[in-house]
T-cell receptor, first 116, second 114 residues
Framework: GAVVSQHPSRVICKSGTSVKIECRSL??????MFWYRQFPKKSLMLMAT?????????EQGVEKDKFLINHASLTLSTLTVTSAHPEDSSFYIC????????????FGEGSRLTVL | GENVEQHPSTLSVQEGDSAVIKCTYS??????FPWYKQELGKRPQLIID?????GEKKDQRIAVTLNKTAKHFSLHITETQPEDSAVYFC?????????????FGKGTRLSVIA
């Protein structure tokens, strides 16, 4: 299957700092990537849809100025958590389809963010 | 938008028994229903999916059924094994309407007791 790679897998930062998470499609081009957030023992909540060359579409309740998304190429989307606070601590995971109508979403490894 | 409900939230079965997880969805236009398995600290992995043009699909010990009229679909695992222990998520999406995201249920934590 298609491969989506995410980096870093774990990051610990101080309150007030910004953290960038990268999501790459390794063997296919992804005009669209999806960013999800997962709290411990909870479901995958869609945060935003990242579109190559245009602005991301954010879900209701997700602050676009807090979670900056950039999709600069067909294989890379980045999520930057700005001015992080302890409540931003979570598991962030990106995903993409190898084709728009193929169905299966391939997920990255996820990034566990801990804000002290 | 789509809303997916999943039950039960936890499920314990004896090894060799069957496990059934049920989901309902709200958007009648949804036409793609995958099931993902997530082990602790790992990424979700697709185990089976079904499209709205079929009512049932089977892959070895795993099967999924879909009732479009009632807007519900179920995952059936037979002859469960300890390695089936994980969290299972159902999801729904519209395909053929652009590249749309999956909306996930809240998950079912399955424990298979040896």
């Amino acid at each position: 299957g298609a491969v989506v790679s995410q980096h870093p897998s774990r990051v610990i930062c101080k309150s007030g700092t910004s953290v960038k998470i990268e999501c790459r499609s390794l063997d296919f081009q992804a005009t669209t990537m999806f960013w999800y957030r997962q709290f411990p023992k909870k479901s995958l909540m869609l945060m935003a849809t990242s579109n190559e060359g245009s602005k991301a579409t954010y879900e209701q309740g997700v602050e676009k100025d807090k979670f900056l998304i950039n999709h600069a190429s067909l294989t890379l989307s980045t999520l930057t958590v700005t001015s992080a606070h302890p409540e931003d601590s979570s598991f962030y995971i990106c995903s993409a389809r190898a084709g728009a109508n193929t169905g299966e979403l391939f997920f990255g490894e996820g990034s566990r963010l801990t804000v002290l | 938008g789509e809303n997916v409900e999943q039950h039960p939230s936890t499920l314990s079965v004896q090894e060799g028994d069957s496990a059934v997880i049920k989901c309902t969805y709200s958007d009648s236009a949804s036409n793609y229903f995958p099931w993902y398995k997530q082990e602790l600290g790992k990424r979700p992995q697709l185990i089976i999916d079904i499209r709205s043009n079929v009512g049932e699909k089977k892959d070895q010990r795993i099967a999924v059924t879909l009732n479009k009229t009632a807007k519900h679909f179920s995952l059936h695992i037979t002859e469960t094994q300890p390695e089936d222990s994980a969290v299972y998520f159902c999801a729904a999406s519209r395909l053929n309407s652009g590249n749309t995201p999956l909306v996930f249920g809240k998950g079912t934590r399955l424990s298979v007791i040896a």
